[in-house]
């Protein structure tokens, strides 16, 4: 028999060297698991600090070599073995490229939301069936359980409405779903803390990462022309005009990579009432801008979807809808659309809906799926 009901079945634990994987890996080892932490390799946070406005180094980046040795320090104290997977190359292809590419385009895209589709969940899952793990668990605010009777596993939002990281794991599929293991979705950011605390781990004081990884500073135009620089390649010319809704044109820009929806600062022009970034133009280059009001809109579509609690939406549908991470789910009709794109129409208008983006859809607290506006 074995020393304790959970001691056969092994988990491999994604170990970010922050407090919530670590709090993760401490709760699970007191629970009596064996457990195996992983860490992913994804960038080398010095690769482009030679070219000009890189910074050497930047406090507060997920997935540095400081998270890594945390990590590993964390694995120590719990004595549990802990691994660290090179996923560097996949990472750049997954993430980085069609992360350059989107901003090249006029879109802003979320790189945190395709890594984990393609390699937080994914490729951990893979590492541990390798290693022999059952499943794998993160320190994601999030919940997850099977639903008998739609037969389905069911990605709900967690206790901590602040830590609500289900807008960037809409992505999941029903098998990553099954094998994963979100620990804290019942707990609140203080208790986890405490917890770390108690089980005596340096951590538990660590300030949450605010950074993109790759991106130092938050500066994406001088990451975009450094890493072009690096790969031999000039940042395109997409310089064009800025133009009014009305279409008069009232000043220049260097290029649409620079620009967001709904963005205000470094537009360069001078104007009695503040001006927003309304629409990109990639075909003109040409760049919309207006009044925030003119920011208002009622309706978006999507595609490139994923449906977690319902197979596939066949008819109209009410739901809420986050347009952002940090943005309050909104009420919405959302009905089907060709090609397996959908429309939301809201009931009332909301600001800056950005193409590049995702759109996840909830029912009450259930995600029901989401996709990528367009």
């Not at 010319?237 to 290029?255: A, M």
Request: hydrophobic share 35%; with cysteine; charged share 20%.
């Amino acid at each position: 028999m074995p020393e304790h009901p959970n001691s056969d079945q092994t988990i491999a634990v994604a170990m970010s060297g922050g407090v919530d994987s670590s709090a993760v890996a401490a709760l699970l080892r007191s629970q009596g698991y064996t457990l195996v932490g992983l860490t992913l390799q994804l960038w080398n946070q010095r690769r482009l600090s030679g070219h000009e406005g890189m910074p050497e180094a930047v406090q507060g980046r997920c997935c540095s070599i400081d998270d890594v040795y945390d990590a590993r320090h964390v694995a120590e104290q719990l004595d549990i073995p802990y691994y660290v997977v090179n996923q560097q190359d996949r990472f750049e292809a997954d993430v980085v490229k069609p992360f350059v590419a989107e901003y090249l385009a006029g879109r802003t895209p979320i790189p945190c939301t395709l890594c984990n589709n393609h390699l937080k969940f994914d490729q951990l899952l893979t590492t541990a069936r390798q290693i022999g793990a059952d499943r794998i668990a993160t320190g994601h605010y999030a919940r997850n359980h099977f639903d008998e009777t739609r037969q389905r596993w069911i990605l709900s939002r967690p206790a901590d409405h602040t830590k609500d990281q289900t807008y960037f794991l809409f992505g999941l599929t029903q098998e990553q779903l099954s094998r994963t293991l979100f620990p804290l979705g019942e707990m609140q950011k203080p208790a986890v803390r405490e917890m770390a605390s108690d089980a005596g781990l340096n951590v538990a004081s660590k300030p949450d990462s605010q950074e993109i990884c790759f991106i130092p500073g938050g500066d994406y135009n001088v990451f975009l022309k450094a890493y072009l620089d690096e790969q031999g390649e000039d940042l395109p010319d997409s310089s064009g005009e800025l133009v009014s809704s009305s279409g008069e044109v009232i000043g220049r820009h260097e290029g649409i990579q620079s620009f967001t929806v709904g963005q205000r600062k470094g537009l360069g022009l001078t104007s009695s009432d503040p001006l927003y970034v309304l629409a990109i133009h990639p075909d003109s280059h040409r760049v919309t801008v207006g009044s925030n009001d003119q920011l208002m809109s009622t309706d978006l579509r999507a595609n490139r979807l994923n449906w977690i609690s319902i197979p596939e939406l066949t008819e109209d549908t009410r739901v809420t809808i986050k347009v952002r991470h940090r943005h309050t789910p909104a009420s919405a009709t959302l009905s089907p659309g060709p090609d397996g794109t959908v429309t939301a129409t809201f009931d009332e208008p909301q600001r800056a809906i950005t193409p590049g983006q995702a759109a996840v859809f909830y029912q009450e607290n259930e995600v029901v799926g989401g996709g990528w506006i367009f």
